[in-house]
């Protein structure tokens, strides 16, 4: 059966065959397989299914159908409207609260590299807008599972407030489309209800903020290294750092629910 290569993600070479994804294989591939079996295995939906590897090494998962942001700019209206944000606040929680019950396997290997303890949750890391795939009106779920690892709950979650509400620079999500500036305190608070958050949601803005930075962080430091694919990274590290400075701007009335 033909390969047909797969747009975008963060690592290149993924592949879909039939109804089935093959993607190189990472050090710590191994250990987001036992993740991904964890959720099987808890009924959650909404992630794709471990089928092993293949005989060149590569991982192989099960392809979701649907619709995915790709290369479209401007974004499609799913991603800015509210019921986007309630389904990936929900299924955010479900993600969270199926993974409380989760331990690793020792020696597991991580690509934040932030070892797991127990109270922690596995997040996703990067669930936003680039790795969603919908079908109509509903979310099917969340690919691109490299980044998950252990993570407390507002950490994951600030990163969807950053990409979904959208909190990013505006110079970015103006160009993906987002004009809505004025509707950003309550296109917040929609999806921190939908997950059910009970936090200081004043404390909120400072995970996005600290999530905002140490991703700038992680890609300045890769970029150093000297490897092109890295370096070419660096516009998105700058961004990071103007939607601090934006978001360090807002008035504190805008974290507080009406």
Known sequence: MDEQ???????????????????????????????????????FEGAPR??????????????????????QVPW????????????????MRRLHDATATYVPEPGAVWFIGRPWQPGLVI??????????????????GFVDWDTAGPSSRERDLAYCALTWVPLHARRVVTEQGFTAFDDRSRR???LLDAYGY?????????????????????????AEGGE???QALLPFAANLEQAVVEIEALPESFWVRA
Request: aromatic share 8%.
């Open 5 to 43: 290569p797969l747009p975008g993600g963060r690592h290149v070479g993924g592949v879909r065959i039939g109804d089935t994804v093959h993607r190189p294989a990472n050090p710590w591939t191994r250990t987001v397989h036992t993740v991904l079996a964890h959720l099987e295995a808890a009924g």
């Open 123 to 140: 997040g996703h890391h990067d669930a936003s807008p680039y790795n969603a795939v919908w079908q109509g009106d509903d979310l099917v």
């Open 50 to 71: 471990v089928l092993g590897f293949d005989e060149q090494g590569r991982e192989v998962l099960t392809f979701l159908h649907g619709d995915t942001i790709g290369e």
């Open 198 to 222: 009970e936090g200081d949601r004043t404390k909120f803005g400072p995970e996005v903020v600290d999530r905002a930075r140490v991703n700038a962080q992680v890609i300045r430091r890769l």
């Open 76 to 91: 499609p209206a799913w991603a800015w409207s509210d019921s986007a944000l309630k389904q990936v606040g929900a299924w």
């Open 228 to 230: 092109p694919v890295h």
């Open 188 to 190: 917040l608070h929609l």
